[in-house]
């Protein structure tokens, strides 16, 4: 099951968002609130994992490793 990453929705400018992950699975409605606190919550959006690819054999270091 993915982690997902939500932050709280501060109610006034005094509070900075809270950053908290949570297991879901991938057919769960968004948390709206935080589990433990009621706080409201919103999902932060994340990037992925990127993979380097060269598109010269070898890369830029003739190693093979896709560095370039």
């Not at 932060?44 to 190693?63: A, F, M, N, Q, R």
Request: some cysteine; hydrophobic content about 25%.
């Amino acid at each position: 099951m993915p982690t997902y990453v939500y932050e709280t929705i501060p109610q006034n400018e005094c509070e900075e968002p809270v950053e908290f992950e949570i297991v879901q699975r991938m057919a769960d409605d968004a948390l709206t609130k935080h589990p433990e606190t009621g706080q409201p919550v919103r999902r932060v959006i994340t990037g992925g994992l990127s993979i380097p690819i060269s598109s010269k054999k070898g890369g830029c270091c003739d190693s093979g490793c896709s560095c370039g």
